[in-house]
């Protein structure tokens, strides 16, 4: 699910780089985390709102410990809310994530599941969202034609892509995608107008002529030229700062080197799928980016290993958890390679990787999950500094 409010205090987000950092940033206290699996169709989803409720009410206990009952249920406020939207339990996935603070809650509807959690505490326990981010490949897929751009956010799950989201290009409340419409001026869809100055003929500066053999191919360049400077500066403010994530282009050939050579978006890949975007159900676009993905991130491992082995005989690189946890502290680790894992459970208690993950995002630093086979060390994480 993309990112979006709901209203009254509710708000849906994408499990992305930046809205960690945001969660993990203070707040007031108390922080209430609640986790649970979820299904995706009936009969099965029918215990869903039944557990989620039954969390709320471990909420409530733990609060009403420290807490009067009025501030009690202004904080359970939004919770309550999302448990009693029949439409909202009627589209979870498999699993669901919602943080809250102050009456108001940040929902998070994830591909994988989340075991059980009812947390009253003075942060957040992220560990869940963060464990996903180490978990599973997610990518951002750009659909892109001379006259529109779509953006999927998918989620592979051993090579095959489990969920796909629109994320929108115009804020929560806006249309999905761009439409060259609202970017070039009407007038180019006009016959074609060459202007010409002061002639032989008389005309005026400024006149308008219709016609000019072989110009009007080179308009409609100039046009989708513009036309992709503006996806590519809305894809990059809107989706990639926000996610961090692989982008997959899903273009014609010709269209894509254009886009390739003028856009300045840093999660851009440099494989795409060469296919029309409207020629293809949305399934199997997705079915032709999931080796695009895989073969992205076997690079980005590649390169993070040469950097990691580079950096560690410079002395800007560590294997040891006590020494990557110092220098995460003091925001010195720009990169952060953790030992993946599809079953670390979200339990209460932090456990040494994820608290390292949590402090590396909060001073800006990334996190790149990589198979036990292929770790450079043996303590299941490796830092590279900053300035490696």
């Known amino acids: 699910m993309a990112s979006g409010s709901a209203g009254d205090g ?24 609640l986790g649970m699996p979820t299904h995706r169709n009936v009969p099965d989803n029918r215990v869903d709102r039944p557990t989620f409720h039954h969390l709320v009410e471990a909420l409530q206990a733990d609060l009403l410990l420290t807490t009067s009952r009025a501030e009690t249920n202004r904080l359970l406020e939004p919770l309550l809310r999302l448990g009693d939207d029949v439409r909202f339990w009627k589209h979870t996935r498999a699993g669901l994530v919602v943080l809250a603070a102050d009456g108001k809650a940040r929902v998070f509807v994830l591909p994988v599941p989340v075991p059980p959690l009812a947390v009253v505490a003075r942060r957040f326990h992220t ?8 978990a599973s490949d997610r990518a951002d897929m750009l659909l892109l034609t001379s006259r529109s751009a779509l953006v999927y956010e998918c989620c592979f799950i051993d090579g095959r892509a489990d969920t796909l989201d629109p994320v929108p290009l115009h804020g929560p409340d806006g249309p999905p995608g761009l439409d060259r419409a609202e970017v070039v ?37 100039a046009d989708t030229e513009i036309f992709l400077r503006h996806v590519d500066d809305v894809v990059r403010a809107r ?12 273009a014609l050939p010709r269209l894509a080197a254009v886009f390739r050579g003028l856009s300045k978006n840093r999660c851009l890949l440099d494989e795409g799928v060469p296919h029309d975007a ?4 949305l399934e199997r676009v997705a079915e032709l980016a999931a080796p695009v993905v895989a073969r992205g991130r076997d690079r980005r491992i590649a390169d993070a290993l040469r950097r990691f082995a580079v950096a560690r005989d410079r002395g800007l690189a560590a294997g040891d958890i006590s020494d990557i946890a110092r220098a995460a502290a003091a925001g010195q680790v720009a990169l952060l390679l953790v030992e993946r894992s599809h079953d670390e459970p ?5 456990d ?10 909060l001073h800006g630093g990334e996190i790149l999950p990589i198979e036990r086979i292929r770790m450079p060390t043996a303590s299941g994480a490796a830092a590279i500094y900053r300035y490696a």
Do not use: Y
Request: proline share 9%.
């Open 185 to 221: 001026a009407a007038e180019t869809w006009q016959p074609h107008r060459v202007f010409r100055g002061m002639g032989p003929a008389g005309l005026g500066v400024g006149s308008v002529v219709h016609g000019g053999a072989g110009s009007k191919q080179d308009d409609i360049d």
């Open 10 to 33: 509710l708000e849906f987000s994408r499990p992305a780089p930046d809205t960690l950092r945001e969660i993990l940033a203070e707040h007031p206290a108390p922080g209430l985390t």
């Open 352 to 361: 040494p990787l994820g608290v390292l993950a949590e402090t590396v995002l």
């Open 127 to 134: 560990l869940p969202l963060v464990q996903l981010m180490a």
């Open 346 to 350: 979200a339990t209460r208690t932090a």
């Open 278 to 281: 409207h020629a293809l159900a």
């Open 239 to 250: 989706v990639s700062r926000r996610s961090g994530l692989p982008l997959v282009l899903v």
